[in-house]
């Protein structure tokens, strides 16, 4: 039986494929038709936020060979370690893999980060390529004798209001720092104050904090007339607040029978964070006795004008007296108006309070229980006293005549009642 023609033209075209991948093989030494691509190296780590520096270099002459320091530093905008392996094309010096650089670079700026030793007759320009930007080091750069760099100090935060304890360093990179010029420090480009430079390159001052927001904080280094050094220049950022009311302590007052008293920290200005820890302390009344010892930390948020914590209070002994013990603060993290609260415990009867007999018109009243009142107490419900029996009898035997016989019955009840208190 012969094949369908459709069914032959099939096979031949399915023969001629396989001689082709074939050929392909023997050609190639692989597949020719299902070739698939290596995977490639992964691509280097990238940041917009660094930028390389070079802080200055240094040769020394050795007879034939110049010998070049280069010290090189960077700058981070990122507000987290970021990592870029060296040689990875995104770290590189003139093309060589690894030659010492960092790979781990911080936020802020940063001078010194690493040094290299070159021979500046084989190598007289270098370029260190870092995330995209880069910088020639070269015999143009500033000669480390002369080269400055000045490193800040300044806290992070501040509220309006106070001031701002700031010290810079200013140091040279392969001698000893300055003792001579003036560091210019500055808040978002205005002078605030000039302070000569002191032993060591330091240079202190307190600045008052300018209103609510973000700023930053310079520290220029100005060589002093006649010298040879160069001015440098540090920065720091500054998040100013409004300035919180100032805190104090209050607390609630306690009645008998309380098994707790409310302690509150309060402010007038709720503006900005503030924390400030509080502990009891022992006056009259004793801590485990009179009332549980207790410390901690509060805290208020923005916009929050109280917190609030408690003190336990156990049951006293019969007897017990009045007695006071305190809860002070410290530790703030603001102004403090009111650091001490007087718990006041009011005493403790000796004995319970006897029932009192809650009785009514005609008598025959139950007992009823004692008043929660100290005794003598002026507002206590005074007892009702049960009327004797007998003069029970003779009132009831008093209506029935008044009832029964009018006048005379009025006369019969004086009568009997003069003859009970005769015989009284």
Same mark, same amino acid.
């Given at each position: 039986?012969?094949?369908?023609?459709?069914?032959?033209?099939?096979?031949?075209?399915?023969?001629?494929?396989? *001689?082709? #991948?074939?050929?392909?093989?023997?050609?190639?030494?692989?597949?020719?038709?299902?070739?698939?691509?290596?995977? *490639?190296?992964?691509?280097?780590?990238?940041?917009?936020?660094?930028? /390389?520096?070079?802080?200055?270099?240094?040769?020394?002459?050795?007879?034939?060979?110049?010998?070049?320091?280069?010290?090189?530093?960077?700058?981070?905008?990122?507000? #987290?370690?970021?990592?870029?392996?060296?040689?990875?094309?995104?770290?590189?010096?003139? *093309?060589?893999?690894?030659?010492?650089?960092?790979? =781990?670079?911080?936020?802020?700026?940063?001078?010194?980060? +690493?040094?290299?030793?070159?021979?500046?007759?084989?190598?007289?320009?270098?370029? +260190?390529?870092?995330?995209?930007?880069?910088?020639? %080091?070269?015999?143009?750069?500033?000669?480390?004798?002369?080269?400055?760099?000045?490193?800040?100090?300044?806290?992070?935060?501040?509220? =309006?209001?106070?001031?701002?304890?700031?010290?810079?360093?200013?140091?040279?990179?392969?001698?000893?720092?300055?003792?001579? *010029?003036?560091?210019?420090?500055?808040?978002?480009?205005?002078?605030?104050? #000039? %302070?000569?430079?002191?032993?060591?390159?330091?240079?202190?001052?307190?600045?008052?904090? /300018?209103?609510?927001?973000?700023?930053?904080?310079?520290?220029?280094?100005?060589?002093?007339?006649?010298?040879?050094?160069?001015?440098?220049?540090?920065?720091? !950022?500054?998040?100013?607040?409004?300035?919180?009311?100032?805190?104090?302590?209050?607390?609630?007052?306690?009645?008998?029978?309380?098994?707790?008293?409310?302690?509150?920290?309060?402010?007038? %200005?709720?503006?900005?964070?503030?924390?400030?820890?509080?502990?009891?302390?022992?006056?009259?009344?004793?801590?485990?006795?009179?009332?549980?010892?207790?410390?901690?930390?509060?805290?208020?948020?923005?916009?929050?004008?109280?917190?609030?914590?408690?003190?336990?209070?156990?049951?006293?002994?019969?007897?017990?007296?009045?007695?006071?013990?305190? %809860?002070?603060?410290?530790?703030? !993290?603001?102004?403090?108006?009111?650091?001490?609260?007087?718990?006041?415990?009011?005493?403790?009867?000796?004995?319970?309070?006897?029932?009192?007999?809650?009785?009514?018109?005609?008598?025959?009243?139950?007992?009823?229980?004692?008043?929660?009142?100290?005794?003598?107490?002026?507002?206590?419900?005074?007892?009702?006293?049960?009327? /004797?029996?007998?003069?029970?009898?003779?009132?009831?035997?008093?209506?029935?005549?008044?009832?029964?016989?009018?006048?005379?019955?009025?006369?019969?009840?004086?009568?009997?009642?003069?003859?009970?208190?005769?015989?009284?």
């Amino acid at each position: 039986m012969t094949p369908p023609a459709s069914l032959r033209s099939a096979c031949a075209l399915g023969v001629a494929l396989l *001689g082709v #991948a074939l050929i392909g093989v023997a050609l190639t030494g692989g597949p020719a038709l299902a070739a698939v691509a290596a995977p *490639g190296p992964a691509p280097a780590a990238t940041s917009p936020d660094l930028t /390389p520096i070079v802080d200055c270099v240094q040769d020394a002459p050795l007879g034939a060979v110049t010998s070049r320091t280069v010290v090189l530093g960077y700058r981070s905008a990122a507000t #987290a370690p970021v990592t870029v392996a060296a040689g990875s094309g995104a770290n590189d010096l003139s *093309g060589v893999v690894d030659r010492g650089q960092p790979s =781990t670079f911080q936020p802020g700026e940063h001078h010194g980060a +690493w040094l290299l030793t070159v021979d500046a007759a084989a190598e007289p320009s270098l370029t +260190w390529t870092l995330t995209g930007r880069s910088v020639a %080091v070269d015999a143009t750069a500033p000669a480390c004798t002369d080269a400055t760099a000045v490193a800040i100090s300044a806290p992070a935060t501040a509220t =309006t209001g106070g001031t701002i304890a700031v010290s810079a360093l200013v140091t040279r990179f392969l001698l000893a720092p300055p003792d001579t *010029g003036a560091v210019i420090f500055a808040i978002d480009g205005s002078p605030a104050l #000039a %302070v000569p430079v002191g032993p060591g390159g330091v240079a202190r001052a307190d600045l008052p904090a /300018p209103a609510a927001g973000p700023h930053t904080v310079t520290a220029a280094f100005a060589p002093a007339t006649g010298s040879t050094l160069r001015p440098a220049t540090g920065a720091a !950022t500054l998040t100013v607040a409004a300035a919180s009311g100032p805190l104090a302590v209050v607390t609630d007052s306690v009645v008998a029978g309380s098994t707790s008293v409310r302690v509150s920290v309060t402010r007038t %200005v709720a503006s900005g964070p503030a924390t400030v820890d509080f502990a009891t302390l022992d006056g009259t009344a004793h801590a485990g006795t009179d009332y549980a010892a207790a410390f901690g930390t509060l805290a208020l948020a923005d916009g929050q004008d109280t917190a609030t914590t408690t003190v336990s209070l156990p049951a006293r002994a019969p007897g017990s007296p009045a007695s006071v013990f305190f %809860v002070v603060l410290k530790h703030a !993290t603001v102004d403090v108006a009111g650091a001490v609260a007087v718990v006041s415990l009011p005493a403790v009867p000796a004995t319970p309070l006897p029932a009192v007999t809650a009785g009514g018109a005609g008598g025959g009243g139950t007992a009823g229980p004692a008043s929660a009142l100290p005794q003598h107490d002026p507002t206590a419900q005074s007892p009702v006293v049960a009327a /004797p029996v007998g003069q029970d009898l003779l009132l009831l035997l008093g209506a029935a005549l008044i009832t029964a016989g009018g006048i005379a019955g009025v006369i019969g009840l004086v009568r009997s009642v003069r003859a009970r208190d005769a015989l009284s």
